[in-house]
């Protein structure tokens, strides 16, 4: 594929990044007044809005109720105008329950959940324009819903895709470079811990290549913990005054890896 | 910066969309020059004072081509005194869509330090990206961002005193950049510019602009649009085929139609062949049944210059020899070319009539090339050499495609030269090995270390022999065998361990992969990898301890396999014999060393497994093969010896297929759908046909159901009147059959897995790795599945895995018409002074000549009978020629007179004469030459 050339020969993508270069982030934290916690986020192109409810009693019978601890519930869904061909996505299909279940799976490693028991947490999601790495996307925007609805946290979980093309491995891939064919990873991550909160692989790899797509996966989404950090600072700082956040401890690296955004 | 990409695209089923892609601008991409302290680069490519070896550009100069530049006039990049030069992205991506060769090549200047050629990435750059505008064509936007480009470098580097110069043969484009003050030139000018111009200009290819010349009337039928050839091959008016011109007559051709196995259509007259060439992908019409043709049985050859026009009329004189014939084929005429199959040519000059002329035909040495005409002011210089030439076009107008000159590869004759001749044409990779492939190499003194002997098994005391061909360098097989105590006997094979050296994905990796197998020549030897390795470090020499692979069975008194195992192993060669050498040991009593010992055990028992496969309907066949003795000085052959074949040859020849059928079968159950596997398919009945019609002109039957019946037919067809006769069977039995072919286990059915020649279910290669690419995969799959070595994620690749047993298939039958083109020419070289008469047996009866074997020289040679004043007929059913009472029919003994034709001085040939039976006005008397006497005087 031609797309892969540039990459062998001179270690550009197509789009102009780096192989370690993340796409550009934005941020938006609040976005909505009505739910108790909602977050914009753009990867690139890929563009995600998420919102929070809860934490607050248990809906729909007694019987889903936690005594120990909350119950996350989360709602993924597409709009229709996400990608370049207009389509329809079933609300609760296979693959959208699919993907609920893998938020909830991430979610419930962040959140300290002991915190409410016998409740529940509501995060909606859904993705505006799609380009790429769209569930990573996804779990980063709830990440920062969370944190606007003030639920508590272990760590900010953050999430990143990689993937490998002769060797070489390439970060936060976008549309085309995931639909190349190549073995696409996901990797949630609880930087402080270093521990990983969901893994997952799409199409085939060779074992000798999963340590080097994992570090880098892990690497990207380090970066990305940073820019959040960052932008949650940001946004605490303009909207409560008495509020001082320190500064993340290790900005040199977030920033070297970073694309060059003028 | 960030910058969206929007372009609308069509899909595969036809709905338009809008695609937004992300384009991210940088303002880390750097110019690379030296001395520039506003960007950081690590490794500057450029020299710090960029000159060029010009009359008119004094100065530092960077020169940027543009892409037509780079598409069209490769070889002027290529050329060495063309250094420090920019490639634009812009550029890069163009010519990467438009052609794969000059990508290709555009590539190796790039990674070729020497160049200094840059890749600046423009596109990324936040000051060199420009949008498209809305009333602009995508060309001219790149025409627009290779200016900007230049024009950012101009600034850029203006404080250091370099200057840009923008090389393109585009009008406007050109106008344009001098508006902006940008320095351009043409290629034409710009390399008449230069100091060495003469040696360049010949390398310019002719754009079309030049060749173009208007006034002209065309010769040719214009081409038809790729569009509307397709439509027409879906409603089936037009046929898509491979076209293959004729050796004999340049105005005649063949298109093999690609639909229909074995149907070719036959193309007439250059009208109808419409500038197609040897192996073109064409498409044709067919031409009603009323016009169609029998193939004409003429040699024409295109000799002397022709004017353009004459081709209409030269189309009729095959037309007339054609009209009085009956037997009809069907006729076609090419209506547009789909690929061409244009390469680099060799050939030698014809120089023009007119002394002063700049324009030239180039004849190819591929005798089905049509010539080429070139614009060289060397003609002088050039005269009596080989050269290589590259085709750019074939206007309409020109009877003659239009070419220029590469490279001149020395005198016509100098055998050198004529090596190198034959290593292009048949596209035999033979530069040498590139400093990045040397750097894989081990370091000398190289010893083996603590490490090596913990993994592998220490075997340096057992007594093993190697026993291969005289003057042998590249050992990489050795054997060995003892009585165990319980009867039985360990039999070992050791192959050198070259996968030790050549880790996969190395550059040494990727070259060997490429050169596939080592290419032997009579008198040259094209190494498949470095000479350090094949003949050194790998290479299983006397005395000396070298890493093996080892297979060791025990097998039983009747050869019957016990059990095996296959090991990574050190071993010490305690002799490295030849064939006669092993043979003489074997046969001399008085000889009980542990050596000669093991050599006759192993003969008894090679001796035992040759008769179990003959059993199973192993083939033997036969081909003539022979050696030149070299004059040590001149290097001239001096003497043709048929090879011998002795018992040590079928010795080693079987313990190979032993370990080469173990081998398949063990890497075949680890890895079952991505080993690589060599199989022989049977050939189909109707390729026999002709061997029955001979064998019973003598009174045998044969019987070609199986293998094994036509094995033991032919073991029965043995003429006690004339001895060669079961030999010559044999040898046309060979022609009978397929080719052999590498294959990977996962793509191809396993009933088809069969290797019919040897009677094996299952078969690869594995003992030979220092030659052939594929026993290394296979030494590397081996050593996985005995866990010896890690695994490689390309191993369970099968795409990856089949087009490299492509390439294998394809450069074995290269090398193999390579290694017999170099017999040839060798055998010319041998006769050139020389009028020989020899004895000869007719091999096959043609319809208009009679092919002859010597079995002396193992040479085959052809008498045309159509030409001759004596009247012959030709019998069908018998497959006989008559003249008067003498009857040739196959397998007769006659006797011939062997002489060099030397009239046309490319394509000096063999020439033989009948002698006996002396027929009156053709054959020739015996008088030139007194074979004694000659013979008196070589001794």
Same mark, same amino acid.
């Given at each position: 594929?031609?797309?892969?050339?540039?990459?062998?020969?001179?270690?550009?993508?197509?789009?102009?990044?780096?192989?370690?270069?993340?796409?550009?982030?934005?941020?938006?934290?609040?976005?909505?007044?009505?739910?108790?916690?909602?977050?914009?986020?753009?990867?690139?192109?890929?563009?995600?809005?998420?919102?929070?409810?809860?934490?607050?009693?248990?809906?729909?019978?007694?019987?889903? @109720?936690?005594?120990?601890?909350?119950?996350?519930?989360?709602?993924?869904?597409? @709009?229709?105008?996400?990608?370049?061909?207009?389509?329809?996505?079933? /609300?609760?299909?296979?693959?959208?329950?699919?993907?609920?279940?893998?938020?909830?799976?991430?979610?419930?490693?962040?959140?300290?959940?002991?915190?409410?028991?016998?409740?529940?947490?509501?995060?909606?999601?859904?993705?505006?324009?799609?380009?790429?790495?769209?569930?990573?996307?996804?779990?980063?925007?709830?990440?920062?819903?969370?944190?606007?609805?003030?639920?508590?946290?272990?760590?900010?979980?953050?999430?990143?895709?990689?993937?490998?093309?002769?060797?070489?491995?390439?970060?936060?891939?976008?549309?085309?470079?995931?639909?190349?064919? @190549?073995?696409?990873?996901?990797?949630?991550?609880?930087?402080?811990?270093?521990?990983?909160?969901?893994?997952?692989?799409?199409?085939?790899?060779?074992?000798?290549?999963?340590? /080097?797509?994992?570090?880098?996966?892990?690497?990207?989404?380090?970066?990305?913990?940073?820019?959040?950090?960052?932008?949650?600072?940001?946004?605490?700082?303009?909207? @409560?005054?008495?509020?001082?956040?320190?500064?993340?401890?290790?900005?040199?690296?977030?920033?070297?890896?970073?694309?060059?955004?003028? | 910066?960030?910058?969206?990409?929007?372009?609308?695209?069509?899909?595969?089923?036809?709905?338009?969309?809008?695609?937004?892609?992300?384009?991210?601008?940088?303002?880390?991409?750097?110019?690379?020059?030296?001395?520039?302290?506003?960007?950081?680069?690590?490794?500057?490519?450029?020299?710090?004072?960029?000159?060029?070896?010009?009359?008119?550009?004094?100065?530092?100069?960077?020169?940027?081509?543009?892409?037509?530049?780079?598409?069209?006039?490769?070889?002027?990049?290529?050329?060495?005194?063309?250094?420090?030069?920019?490639?634009?992205?812009?550029?890069?991506?163009?010519?990467?869509?438009?052609?794969?060769?000059?990508?290709?090549?555009?590539?190796?200047?790039?990674?070729?330090?020497?160049?200094?050629?840059?890749?600046?990435?423009?596109?990324?750059?936040? =000051?060199?990206?420009?949008?498209? =505008?809305?009333?602009?064509?995508?060309?001219?936007?790149?025409?627009?961002?290779?200016?900007?480009?230049?024009? #950012?470098?101009?600034?850029?580097?203006?404080?250091?005193?370099?200057?840009?110069?923008?090389?393109?043969? =585009?009008?406007?484009?050109?106008?344009?950049?001098?508006?902006?003050?940008?320095?351009?030139?043409?290629?034409?000018?710009?390399?008449?510019?230069?100091?060495?111009?003469?040696?360049?200009?010949?390398?310019?290819?002719?754009?079309?602009?030049?060749?173009?010349?208007?006034?002209?009337?065309?010769?040719?039928?214009?081409? *038809?649009?790729?569009?509307?050839?397709?439509?027409?091959?879906?409603?089936?008016?037009?046929?898509?085929?491979?076209?293959?011109?004729?050796?004999?007559?340049?105005?005649?051709?063949?298109?093999?139609?690609? &639909?229909?196995?074995?149907?070719?259509?036959?193309?007439?007259?250059?009208?109808?062949?419409?500038?197609?060439?040897?192996?073109?992908?064409?498409?044709?019409?067919?031409?009603?049944?009323?016009? #169609?043709?029998?193939?004409?049985?003429?040699?024409?050859?295109?000799?002397?210059?022709?004017?353009?026009?004459?081709?209409?009329?030269?189309?009729?004189?095959?037309?007339?020899?054609?009209?009085?014939?009956?037997?009809?084929?069907?006729?076609?005429?090419?209506?547009?070319?789909?690929?061409?199959? #244009?390469?680099?040519?060799?050939?030698?000059?014809?120089?023009?009539?007119?002394?002063?002329?700049?324009?030239?035909?180039?004849?190819?040495?591929?005798?089905?090339?049509?010539?080429?005409?070139?614009?060289?002011?060397?003609?002088?210089?050039?005269?009596?050499?080989?050269?290589?030439?590259?085709?750019?076009? #074939?206007?309409?107008?020109?009877?003659?495609?239009?070419?220029?000159?590469?490279?001149?590869?020395?005198?016509?004759?100098?055998?050198?030269?004529?090596?190198?001749?034959?290593?292009?044409?048949?596209?035999?990779?033979?530069?040498?090995?590139?400093?990045?492939?040397?750097?894989?190499?081990?370091?000398?003194?190289?010893?083996?270390?603590?490490?090596?002997?913990?993994?592998?098994?220490? *075997?340096?005391?057992?007594?093993?022999?190697?026993?291969?061909?005289?003057?042998?360098?590249?050992?990489?097989?050795?054997?060995?065998?003892?009585?165990?105590?319980?009867?039985?006997?360990?039999?070992?094979?050791?192959?050198?361990?070259?996968?030790?050296?050549?880790?996969?994905?190395?550059?040494?990796?990727?070259?060997?992969?490429?050169?596939?197998?080592?290419?032997?020549?009579?008198?040259?030897?094209?190494?498949?990898?470095?000479?350090?390795?094949?003949?050194?470090?790998?290479? *299983?020499?006397?005395?000396?301890?070298?890493?093996?692979?080892?297979?060791?069975?025990?097998?039983? &008194?009747?050869?019957?396999?016990?059990?095996?195992?296959?090991?990574?192993?050190?071993?010490?060669?305690?002799?490295?014999?030849?064939?006669?050498?092993?043979?003489?040991?074997?046969?001399?009593?008085?000889?009980?060393?542990?050596?000669?010992?093991?050599?006759?055990?192993?003969?008894?028992?090679?001796?035992?497994?040759?008769?179990?496969?003959?059993?199973?309907?192993?083939?033997?066949?036969?081909?003539?093969?022979?050696?030149?003795?070299?004059?040590?000085?001149?290097?001239?052959?001096?003497?043709?010896?048929?090879?011998?074949?002795?018992?040590?040859?079928?010795?080693?020849?079987?313990?190979?297929?032993?370990?080469?059928?173990?081998?398949?079968?063990?890497?075949?159950?680890?890895?079952?759908?991505?080993?690589?596997?060599?199989?022989?398919?049977?050939?189909?009945?109707?390729?026999? &046909?002709?061997?029955?019609?001979?064998?019973?002109?003598?009174?045998?039957?044969?019987?070609?159901?199986?293998?094994?019946?036509?094995?033991?037919?032919?073991?029965?067809?043995?003429?006690?009147?004339?001895?060669?006769?079961?030999?010559?069977?044999?040898?046309?039995?060979?022609?009978?059959?397929?080719?052999?072919?590498?294959?990977?286990?996962?793509?191809? =059915?396993?009933?088809?897995?069969?290797?019919?020649?040897?009677?094996?279910?299952?078969?690869?290669?594995?003992?030979?790795?220092?030659?052939?690419?594929?026993?290394?995969?296979?030494?590397?799959?081996?050593?996985?599945?005995?866990?010896?070595?890690?695994?490689?994620?390309?191993?369970?690749?099968?795409?990856?895995?089949?087009?490299?047993?492509?390439?294998?298939?394809?450069?074995?039958?290269?090398?193999?018409?390579?290694?017999?083109?170099?017999?040839?020419?060798?055998?010319? *070289?041998?006769?050139?002074?020389?009028?020989?008469?020899?004895?000869?047996?007719?091999?096959?009866?043609?319809?208009?000549?009679?092919?002859?074997?010597?079995?002396?020289?193992?040479?085959?040679?052809?008498?045309?009978?159509?030409?001759?004043?004596?009247?012959?007929?030709?019998?069908?059913?018998?497959?006989?020629?008559?003249?008067?009472?003498?009857?040739?029919?196959?397998?007769?003994?006659?006797?011939?007179?062997?002489?060099?034709?030397?009239?046309?001085?490319?394509?000096?040939?063999?020439?033989?004469?009948?002698?006996?039976?002396?027929?009156?006005?053709?054959?020739?008397?015996?008088?030139?030459?007194?074979?004694?006497?000659?013979?008196?005087?070589?001794?």
């Amino acid at each position: 594929m031609a797309a892969w050339e540039l990459l062998k020969d001179q270690n550009f993508r197509l789009d102009g990044r780096k192989p370690t270069e993340l796409r550009r982030i934005e941020t938006r934290l609040g976005v909505f007044p009505n739910a108790d916690g909602s977050a914009y986020l753009e990867q690139g192109n890929t563009k995600v809005l998420a919102t929070v409810y809860g934490p607050h009693e248990v809906k729909g019978g007694r019987g889903r @109720s936690n005594p120990d601890k909350a119950v996350i519930n989360c709602q993924f869904s597409k @709009s229709a105008f996400s990608s370049s061909e207009r389509k329809t996505h079933m /609300k609760f299909g296979r693959n959208s329950s699919e993907t609920n279940q893998h938020l909830v799976q991430a979610l419930n490693a962040a959140v300290m959940s002991h915190l409410y028991a016998r409740c529940q947490i509501d995060v909606y999601v859904e993705i505006v324009q799609s380009d790429g790495s769209d569930f990573c996307a996804c779990l980063n925007a709830s990440t920062l819903a969370l944190i606007d609805a003030g639920i508590a946290l272990k760590d900010i979980v953050t999430c990143c895709s990689a993937t490998i093309v002769d060797e070489k491995s390439v970060v936060d891939v976008n549309y085309v470079e995931e639909s190349s064919g @190549s073995a696409v990873l996901i990797v949630g991550l609880l930087p402080k811990d270093e521990q990983i909160a969901y893994m997952q692989m799409k199409g085939r790899l060779h074992a000798d290549h999963l340590e /080097k797509l994992l570090d880098c996966a892990v690497e990207g989404c380090r970066n990305i913990n940073n820019i959040l950090k960052e932008r949650i600072g940001e946004h605490l700082k303009t909207h @409560s005054s008495h509020f001082t956040l320190t500064r993340p401890a290790t900005p040199g690296r977030a920033e070297r890896s970073r694309p060059a955004i003028a | 910066m960030i910058r969206s990409n929007v372009f609308i695209r069509k899909t595969k089923r036809g709905k338009i969309l809008k695609v937004v892609r992300e384009h991210y601008l940088r303002d880390d991409v750097y110019c690379s020059f030296p001395k520039c302290e506003q960007c950081e680069e690590e490794k500057p490519i450029f020299s710090s004072n960029p000159s060029v070896d010009s009359k008119e550009l004094v100065g530092k100069y960077l020169i940027i081509p543009d892409s037509n530049v780079v598409l069209h006039q490769m070889d002027i990049l290529e050329d060495s005194s063309i250094r420090n030069v920019i490639i634009l992205q812009t550029v890069y991506g163009e010519v990467l869509h438009r052609s794969a060769i000059a990508y290709k090549k555009l590539k190796d200047c790039l990674s070729n330090p020497e160049k200094k050629f840059y890749l600046f990435m423009n596109e990324f750059h936040r =000051d060199t990206f420009i949008e498209r =505008d809305q009333k602009e064509s995508p060309n001219d936007r790149n025409d627009r961002a290779i200016r900007t480009a230049a024009l #950012w470098y101009q600034k850029h580097l203006k404080p250091y005193e370099v200057e840009i110069l923008l090389v393109t043969n =585009d009008q406007s484009n050109k106008n344009l950049a001098l508006e902006s003050g940008i320095k351009t030139n043409t290629v034409e000018k710009f390399v008449k510019s230069l100091k060495n111009c003469d040696e360049l200009a010949d390398k310019l290819a002719l754009t079309r602009e030049a060749s173009s010349s208007t006034g002209k009337t065309a010769v040719f039928e214009e081409h *038809l649009p790729l569009s509307s050839i397709q439509v027409g091959l879906k409603s089936g008016s037009y046929i898509q085929g491979t076209f293959h011109a004729s050796r004999d007559n340049y105005l005649e051709a063949s298109v093999d139609v690609y &639909e229909k196995d074995g149907l070719s259509i036959l193309i007439q007259g250059q009208q109808h062949m419409n500038r197609a060439m040897q192996g073109d992908t064409v498409a044709i019409e067919i031409l009603p049944e009323s016009e #169609w043709q029998s193939s004409s049985s003429l040699i024409l050859e295109d000799d002397g210059e022709k004017n353009d026009e004459s081709t209409i009329s030269e189309d009729k004189k095959i037309l007339q020899d054609i009209s009085n014939k009956s037997e009809k084929k069907p006729c076609g005429k090419v209506v547009g070319i789909i690929k061409r199959n #244009w390469r680099q040519f060799c050939g030698m000059l014809q120089k023009s009539l007119i002394e002063t002329a700049t324009r030239h035909l180039v004849i190819p040495a591929d005798k089905r090339i049509p010539k080429i005409r070139i614009e060289t002011r060397q003609a002088d210089v050039l005269d009596g050499k080989r050269i290589l030439v590259v085709i750019d076009s #074939w206007p309409r107008t020109s009877r003659y495609p239009l070419g220029h000159f590469v490279r001149n590869l020395g005198a016509i004759g100098d055998k050198k030269t004529e090596n190198e001749v034959l290593l292009i044409e048949h596209d035999i990779p033979h530069h040498q090995f590139s400093t990045a492939v040397r750097a894989c190499l081990p370091s000398l003194p190289w010893s083996i270390t603590e490490e090596d002997l913990k993994q592998r098994k220490d *075997l340096r005391d057992l007594t093993v022999v190697s026993v291969d061909p005289p003057g042998c360098t590249d050992i990489d097989d050795a054997l060995h065998c003892f009585q165990l105590d319980n009867g039985n006997y360990e039999v070992g094979v050791h192959i050198a361990d070259v996968s030790h050296f050549i880790k996969p994905g190395t550059a040494i990796d990727v070259e060997a992969a490429n050169r596939a197998n080592t290419v032997y020549l009579i008198d040259q030897r094209i190494d498949m990898v470095p000479e350090l390795l094949s003949s050194n470090i790998c290479s *299983l020499r006397g005395g000396e301890e070298r890493f093996a692979f080892s297979v060791i069975w025990e097998l039983d &008194e009747n050869a019957k396999v016990v059990n095996v195992k296959f090991t990574k192993s050190i071993i010490k060669s305690k002799a490295a014999l030849t064939y006669a050498e092993a043979q003489m040991r074997i046969d001399d009593s008085q000889q009980t060393d542990d050596v000669t010992k093991s050599l006759r055990l192993l003969n008894k028992l090679a001796k035992i497994l040759k008769q179990e496969r003959i059993k199973q309907g192993s083939l033997t066949l036969a081909s003539p093969e022979v050696r030149f003795h070299m004059d040590s000085e001149t290097h001239d052959p001096i003497e043709v010896q048929t090879k011998q074949l002795l018992e040590t040859n079928s010795m080693v020849e079987e313990f190979m297929l032993l370990a080469n059928i173990a081998t398949a079968k063990k890497i075949y159950d680890e890895f079952p759908s991505c080993a690589l596997l060599r199989r022989h398919p049977e050939p189909p009945s109707s390729n026999f &046909e002709s061997l029955i019609k001979s064998a019973e002109s003598k009174g045998f039957t044969l019987n070609v159901t199986s293998g094994k019946m036509l094995a033991e037919s032919l073991e029965k067809s043995v003429l006690e009147s004339n001895s060669y006769f079961n030999t010559m069977l044999r040898i046309m039995a060979t022609r009978c059959m397929l080719q052999a072919l590498y294959f990977c286990s996962g793509v191809v =059915d396993q009933k088809d897995f069969y290797h019919y020649g040897l009677a094996a279910p299952i078969y690869t290669h594995f003992t030979s790795p220092i030659r052939r690419y594929s026993d290394i995969i296979v030494h590397r799959l081996l050593a996985v599945s005995i866990q010896a070595d890690a695994p490689h994620p390309d191993f369970l690749d099968k795409k990856k895995t089949q087009n490299l047993c492509n390439n294998l298939n394809y450069r074995h039958k290269m090398a193999q018409y390579a290694g017999r083109a170099s017999v040839g020419l060798h055998t010319q *070289l041998f006769f050139q002074n020389k009028i020989v008469c020899e004895d000869g047996y007719i091999l096959f009866v043609r319809k208009n000549a009679i092919q002859i074997l010597i079995p002396k020289y193992g040479l085959e040679g052809t008498i045309f009978l159509d030409k001759s004043p004596v009247k012959f007929v030709y019998d069908e059913t018998s497959g006989t020629q008559k003249c008067g009472d003498i009857t040739f029919s196959s397998f007769d003994k006659v006797v011939v007179q062997i002489s060099i034709d030397k009239t046309h001085i490319q394509h000096q040939k063999l020439c033989l004469k009948l002698v006996s039976p002396y027929i009156g006005g053709f054959s020739v008397s015996n008088i030139e030459e007194e074979p004694p006497q000659k013979k008196k005087r070589k001794s």
